[in-house]
C-alpha cells in the first residue's frame, strides 16, 4: 500500500501565483486533513473532511481552497500565494472512529517568494 | 483558548534515563481520544501511542507509555531507556467525539544525550 502520497515535495512559487497540493491516499479512508506546520506553531489545521462532497474549515483557512470529489483525493489549492504561506504542509487520513489517528504523507515543502 | 498545551519547547535527556514529556488539553466531551507522534528530523510524522477517554488502564506500546490523569486533564507521554534515535519532534493530539479532525500541541524537541 501507498498510504497517504502528497505532490509535490518542494515547490516554490511567486507572490500571486497559485498552485494545487495532491493528496492522494489508498486506503479507503473517510476522513482526510490538511496541516501546515510552522516553526514553533506545531501543526495547525486547515481544513479536513469527513467523506466525499464534505468539508469544512480547520484554524487557518484563509488563503486556501479544498474540494473532494472522491473518497481517495483531497487536493490543496493555494487561490493567490502570499510569503506568509511558506511552509510545510501535510496530508493526512484516517478511519471513522475516535481511536484512529492519522496516517500521515510525507509533506510538501512551499516557499513563496 | 489552546486545546492542547504542551510546555516544554525542548528537553535534555541521558542515554538510557527515562524522561517524561508533558501534555495537557481542554476538552468539554466526555468521549475523546489523545494521541502521540514523533517527527524526527527527516521529517515524517509517526504514530506512537493511544489513549481513549474510557480507557481505564494507561496505554503503553514497548518504551513508551501514556501516564493518563483524567481529572487533571493531562497525557504525559513516558519514555523509558532513551536511545540516541528517540531524539526529534514530539507531539500531543486530541481528537474528540465523531468527525472531527486530529488538533495538535505546539510539540517538544527531545535531544537524547550520550
Known amino acids: 500500500n501507498a498510504g497517504v502520497t502528497q505532490t509535490p515535495k518542494f515547490q516554490v512559487l511567486k507572490t500571486g501565483q497559485s498552485m494545487t497540493l495532491q493528496c492522494a491516499q489508498d486506503?479507503?479512508?473517510?476522513?482526510m486533513s490538511w496541516y501546515r506546520q510552522d516553526p514553533g506553531m506545531g501543526l495547525r489545521l486547515i481544513h479536513y473532511s469527513v467523506g466525499a462532497g464534505i468539508t469544512d474549515q480547520g484554524e487557518v483557512p484563509n488563503g486556501y481552497n479544498v474540494s473532494r470529489s472522491t473518497t481517495e483525493d483531497f487536493p490543496l489549492r493555494l487561490l493567490s500565494a502570499a510569503p506568509s504561506q511558506t511552509s510545510v504542509y501535510f496530508c493526512?487520513?484516517?478511519?471513522?472512529?475516535?481511536?484512529?489517528?492519522?496516517?500521515f504523507g510525507s509533506g510538501t515543502r512551499l516557499t513563496v517568494v | 483558548a489552546q486545546k492542547i498545551t504542551q510546555t516544554q519547547p525542548g528537553m535534555f535527556v541521558q542515554e538510557k534515563e527515562a524522561v517524561t514529556l508533558d501534555c495537557t488539553y481542554d476538552t468539554s466531551d466526555q468521549s475523546y481520544g489523545l494521541f502521540w507522534y514523533k517527527q524526527p528530523s527527516s521529517g515524517e510524522m509517526i504514530f506512537l501511542i493511544y489513549q481513549g477517554s474510557y480507557d481505564e488502564q494507561n496505554a503503553t506500546e514497548g518504551r513508551y507509555s501514556l501516564n493518563f490523569q483524567k481529572a487533571r486533564k493531562s497525557a504525559n507521554l513516558v519514555i523509558s531507556a532513551s536511545q540516541l534515535g528517540d531524539s526529534a519532534m514530539y507531539f500531543c493530539?486530541?481528537?474528540?467525539?465523531?468527525?472531527?479532525?486530529?488538533?495538535f500541541g505546539k510539540g517538544t524537541r527531545l535531544s537524547v544525550i550520550a
Open positions: 486506503m479507503n479512508h473517510e476522513y
Open positions: 493526512a487520513s484516517s478511519q471513522q472512529g475516535l481511536g484512529y489517528g492519522y496516517t
Open positions: 493530539a486530541m481528537r474528540e467525539g465523531q468527525g472531527t479532525p486530529l488538533v
